[in-house]
């Protein structure tokens, strides 16, 4: 099973990124799949899940109405739309495969707001 994160990097306050993850090896559409993220010196937190046909969402309270989770079965993707992107967004953000009490994980991509 590999899991791979794209679409970190750069970008200024106020901006927007679209972050992708790409699962193969697994029977995708079983799989709910979440984004955490972890700040330098905090511990990893959850910023949003989807449920495996996407028909559900949920978010961390920090993220709602700026982020916006979503996904593609046919495509084995999940996305993470992030908008008015804040300092605090700082981050390495993970994509989690969860089914069955089994976990995959990505190796993190690095999201930096800063002017």
């Known amino acids: 099973v590999h899991v791979v994160e794209f679409g970190g990097g750069l970008v200024q306050p106020g901006g927007s990124l679209r972050l992708s993850c790409a699962a193969s090896?697994?029977?995708?559409?079983?799989?709910?799949m979440t984004w955490h993220r972890q700040a330098p010196g905090k511990e990893r937190e959850v910023v949003a899940w989807?449920?495996?046909?996407?028909?559900?969402?949920n978010y961390a309270d920090a993220v709602k109405g700026r982020f916006t989770i979503s996904r593609d079965n046919a495509k084995n993707t999940v996305y993470l739309q992030m908008n008015t992107l804040k300092p605090e967004d700082t981050a390495v953000y993970y994509c989690?495969?969860?089914?069955?009490?089994?976990?995959?994980w990505g190796q993190g991509t690095q999201v930096t707001v800063s002017s």
């Open positions: 989807i449920s495996s046909a996407g028909r559900f969402t």
């Open positions: 989690n495969a969860r089914f069955a009490g089994t976990d995959y």
């Open positions: 090896g697994l029977i995708f559409s079983s799989y709910d």
